[in-house]
Protein backbone atom coordinates (compact mmCIF):
# COMPACT_ATOMS: atom_id res chain seq x y z
CA UNK A 1 0.00 0.00 0.00
CA UNK A 2 0.71 3.69 -0.53
CA UNK A 3 -0.15 6.88 1.33
CA UNK A 4 0.76 10.42 0.36
CA UNK A 5 -0.65 13.00 3.04
CA UNK A 6 -0.80 16.29 2.39
CA UNK A 7 -3.31 19.10 0.74
CA UNK A 8 -3.78 18.54 -2.31
CA UNK A 9 -3.68 22.29 -3.43
CA UNK A 10 -1.57 21.87 -6.31
CA UNK A 11 -3.70 20.15 -8.24
CA UNK A 12 -2.58 22.64 -11.41
CA UNK A 13 1.33 21.89 -11.11
CA UNK A 14 3.09 20.64 -13.75
CA UNK A 15 5.72 17.60 -13.84
CA UNK A 16 8.29 18.02 -14.19
CA UNK A 17 8.69 20.93 -11.63
CA UNK A 18 10.59 23.83 -11.97
CA UNK A 19 13.64 24.39 -9.23
CA UNK A 20 12.17 27.07 -6.97
CA UNK A 21 14.44 30.26 -5.13
CA UNK A 22 14.73 31.29 -1.98
CA UNK A 23 12.37 33.98 -2.49
CA UNK A 24 9.86 31.81 -4.79
CA UNK A 25 9.67 29.57 -1.59
CA UNK A 26 9.54 31.89 1.57
CA UNK A 27 6.39 33.32 -0.94
CA UNK A 28 4.65 30.06 -1.13
CA UNK A 29 5.25 29.62 2.55
CA UNK A 30 3.80 33.06 2.96
CA UNK A 31 0.79 32.20 0.61
CA UNK A 32 -0.48 29.12 2.18
CA UNK A 33 -0.50 30.88 5.27
CA UNK A 34 2.45 30.45 7.49
CA UNK A 35 4.98 32.82 8.71
CA UNK A 36 8.30 32.63 6.39
CA UNK A 37 10.63 32.24 9.55
CA UNK A 38 14.04 32.47 8.44
CA UNK A 39 14.50 28.63 9.92
CA UNK A 40 11.09 27.67 8.33
CA UNK A 41 12.89 29.16 4.99
CA UNK A 42 16.13 27.33 5.36
CA UNK A 43 14.66 23.94 5.91
CA UNK A 44 12.64 24.67 2.88
CA UNK A 45 15.18 25.53 0.89
CA UNK A 46 17.02 22.13 1.23
CA UNK A 47 13.63 19.80 0.29
CA UNK A 48 12.04 22.69 -2.03
CA UNK A 49 15.16 24.02 -3.70
CA UNK A 50 15.31 21.57 -6.62
CA UNK A 51 12.47 18.81 -6.91
CA UNK A 52 13.60 15.60 -4.77
CA UNK A 53 12.84 12.85 -2.01
CA UNK A 54 14.49 13.07 1.28
CA UNK A 55 13.53 11.76 4.95
CA UNK A 56 13.86 13.54 7.96
CA UNK A 57 16.83 12.50 8.82
CA UNK A 58 18.45 13.44 5.72
CA UNK A 59 16.99 16.68 6.15
CA UNK A 60 18.56 17.39 9.82
CA UNK A 61 21.80 16.30 9.30
CA UNK A 62 22.06 18.68 6.33
CA UNK A 63 20.98 21.33 8.65
CA UNK A 64 23.18 19.87 11.64
CA UNK A 65 26.11 20.82 9.20
CA UNK A 66 25.04 24.37 9.10
CA UNK A 67 26.76 27.02 11.17
CA UNK A 68 23.68 27.87 13.34
CA UNK A 69 22.04 24.55 14.33
CA UNK A 70 17.92 24.27 14.18
CA UNK A 71 16.77 21.87 16.68
CA UNK A 72 15.95 18.53 15.88
CA UNK A 73 12.41 19.12 16.93
CA UNK A 74 12.23 22.31 14.75
CA UNK A 75 13.19 20.48 11.43
CA UNK A 76 10.24 17.85 12.58
CA UNK A 77 7.44 20.85 12.94
CA UNK A 78 8.53 22.41 10.12
CA UNK A 79 8.32 19.54 7.75
CA UNK A 80 4.59 18.73 9.21
CA UNK A 81 3.69 22.02 8.61
CA UNK A 82 4.65 22.08 5.15
CA UNK A 83 3.17 18.76 4.60
CA UNK A 84 -0.04 20.43 6.08
CA UNK A 85 0.13 22.89 3.82
CA UNK A 86 0.69 21.37 0.84
CA UNK A 87 3.84 22.48 -0.19
CA UNK A 88 5.53 18.89 -0.01
CA UNK A 89 4.08 15.76 0.47
CA UNK A 90 5.20 12.45 2.40
CA UNK A 91 5.47 9.24 1.22
CA UNK A 92 5.11 6.44 3.53
CA UNK A 93 7.05 3.59 2.15
CA UNK A 94 6.88 1.53 5.27
CA UNK A 95 5.80 2.38 8.88
CA UNK A 96 9.55 3.15 10.14
CA UNK A 97 10.70 5.55 7.00
CA UNK A 98 8.67 8.34 5.37
CA UNK A 99 9.63 9.97 2.40
CA UNK A 100 9.04 13.77 1.74
CA UNK A 101 8.77 14.83 -1.75
CA UNK A 102 9.21 18.27 -2.76
CA UNK A 103 6.87 17.79 -6.23
CA UNK A 104 3.65 17.96 -5.71
CA UNK A 105 2.85 17.55 -9.00
CA UNK A 106 0.87 14.00 -8.66
CA UNK A 107 3.57 11.99 -10.41
CA UNK A 108 4.35 8.01 -9.40
CA UNK A 109 7.48 6.07 -8.04
CA UNK A 110 10.39 3.51 -8.56
CA UNK A 111 10.67 2.39 -5.32
CA UNK A 112 15.18 0.77 -5.38
CA UNK A 113 14.63 -1.86 -2.77
CA UNK A 114 18.64 -1.93 -2.44
CA UNK A 115 19.14 1.88 -1.81
CA UNK A 116 15.61 2.96 -0.64
CA UNK A 117 15.51 5.46 -2.99
CA UNK A 118 12.66 7.03 -4.89
CA UNK A 119 12.97 7.99 -8.41
CA UNK A 120 10.24 9.36 -10.10
CA UNK A 121 8.21 8.15 -13.05
CA UNK A 122 6.57 11.35 -14.98
CA UNK A 123 2.71 10.36 -15.21
CA UNK A 124 2.38 10.48 -18.85
CA UNK A 125 4.27 6.87 -18.80
CA UNK A 126 1.77 5.03 -17.03
CA UNK A 127 -1.80 4.50 -18.58
CA UNK A 128 -4.42 2.60 -16.66
CA UNK A 129 -6.83 0.64 -19.12
CA UNK A 130 -9.36 -0.41 -16.37
CA UNK A 131 -10.04 1.53 -13.12
CA UNK A 132 -12.17 -0.07 -10.52
CA UNK A 133 -15.95 1.22 -9.53
CA UNK A 134 -15.45 3.90 -6.21
CA UNK A 135 -16.56 3.23 -2.89
CA UNK A 136 -20.29 4.89 -3.15
CA UNK A 137 -20.26 8.66 -2.35
CA UNK A 138 -16.43 8.40 -2.56
CA UNK A 139 -14.50 10.82 -5.25
CA UNK A 140 -10.93 9.87 -6.33
CA UNK A 141 -8.55 12.09 -4.70
CA UNK A 142 -5.50 10.77 -6.29
CA UNK A 143 -3.93 7.52 -8.18
CA UNK A 144 -0.12 6.95 -7.30
CA UNK A 145 1.76 3.93 -8.67
CA UNK A 146 5.00 2.65 -6.38
CA UNK A 147 6.81 0.51 -8.80
CA UNK A 148 9.19 -1.69 -6.30
CA UNK A 149 12.82 -2.42 -8.19
CA UNK A 150 15.67 -4.50 -7.23
CA UNK A 151 18.93 -5.07 -8.66
CA UNK A 152 19.04 -8.16 -11.56
CA UNK A 153 20.43 -11.37 -9.78
CA UNK A 154 21.10 -9.62 -6.37
CA UNK A 155 18.64 -11.86 -4.85
CA UNK A 156 20.12 -15.19 -4.10
ZN1 LIG B 1 8.52 11.98 -6.39
Not at 11 to 20: G, I, R, S, W
Not at 65 to 77: E, G, H, L, R, W
Not at 127 to 140: N, V
Request: proline share 5%.
Amino acid sequence: MHFVSGVNGFKNVQFPQAALSREQIARQIQECGLKPTEQRVRIAEILMGTPKHMTADQILSIVRASDDPISKATVYNTLKALTDHGLVRQIHLDPERSVYDSTRASHHHFHDLDTGELLDINPSEIEFSRFPTLPEGMEAEGVEIVIRVRRKGDRW
